[in-house]
């Protein structure tokens, strides 16, 4: 069985209609009904109708069990369930339509990225996108600091 990785950057393209094409590694696991929602970033998140489920299930058992307050609730719901809808994936080119709203809020043009990570798909202006991962890089930094050379994340070669 050949190893197929779920996670990765690929570069994509907006087209005029406002779809953009999801990457072929990708089509496998993206099928059918789709939801599309505003990001956490400024960024479209893309799931499965049943990453969908778990998202909104996990935010209620979240919100009750930490006591959110009602503005951080409502502020939540506005974000990600108030801009969610649902598309199919064009099972010949893998494209999926992007509504104005959507393409508006992540300032999508016509090269973009699709990221695969943590379950879901987003869709990234390719600027944004530069800016993001540079605060990350620093983050990712620091913690590399704080290790300081006490965790090895790689095996020596031939050790596995």
Same mark, same amino acid.
């Given at each position: 069985?050949? @190893?197929?990785?779920?996670?990765?950057?690929? *570069?994509?393209? %907006? !087209?005029?209609?406002?779809?953009?094409?999801?990457?072929?590694? %990708?089509?496998?696991?993206?099928?059918?009904? $789709?939801?599309?929602?505003?990001?956490?970033?400024?960024?479209?998140?893309?799931?499965?109708? &049943?990453?969908? =489920?778990?998202?909104?299930?996990? @935010?209620?058992?979240?919100?009750?069990?930490? /006591?959110?307050?009602? /503005? *951080?609730?409502?502020?939540? *719901? +506005?974000?990600?369930?108030?801009?969610?809808?649902?598309?199919?994936? #064009?099972?010949?080119?893998?494209?999926?339509?992007?509504?104005?709203?959507?393409?508006?809020?992540?300032? $999508?043009?016509? !090269?973009?990225?699709?990221?695969?990570?943590?379950?879901?798909? /987003?869709?990234?202006?390719? /600027? +944004?996108?530069? &800016?993001?991962? =540079?605060?990350?890089?620093?983050?990712?930094? #620091?913690?590399?600091?704080?290790?300081?050379?006490?965790?090895?994340?790689?095996?020596? *070669?031939?050790?596995?």
């Amino acid at each position: 069985m050949e @190893f197929a990785l779920q996670t990765g950057t690929f *570069e994509s393209t %907006l !087209d005029d209609k406002g779809r953009v094409v999801i990457p072929a590694p %990708l089509r496998e696991r993206y099928t059918g009904k $789709l939801v599309i929602t505003q990001g956490k970033e400024l960024c479209v998140w893309v799931m499965t109708s &049943a990453a969908y =489920e778990h998202f909104i299930s996990t @935010f209620k058992k979240e919100s009750k069990e930490n /006591e959110w307050t009602a /503005e *951080e609730i409502e502020a939540f *719901e +506005y974000q990600h369930i108030s801009t969610a809808s649902t598309v199919d994936i #064009d099972p010949k080119t893998g494209r999926i339509p992007i509504s104005v709203i959507l393409r508006s809020y992540a300032n $999508l043009t016509k !090269d973009c990225l699709v990221v695969s990570i943590k379950g879901h798909l /987003e869709i990234w202006n390719v /600027e +944004y996108n530069k &800016a993001f991962m =540079e605060e990350v890089r620093n983050i990712n930094k #620091d913690v590399h600091k704080r290790m300081h050379g006490k965790v090895n994340f790689f095996v020596e *070669e031939g050790s596995i």
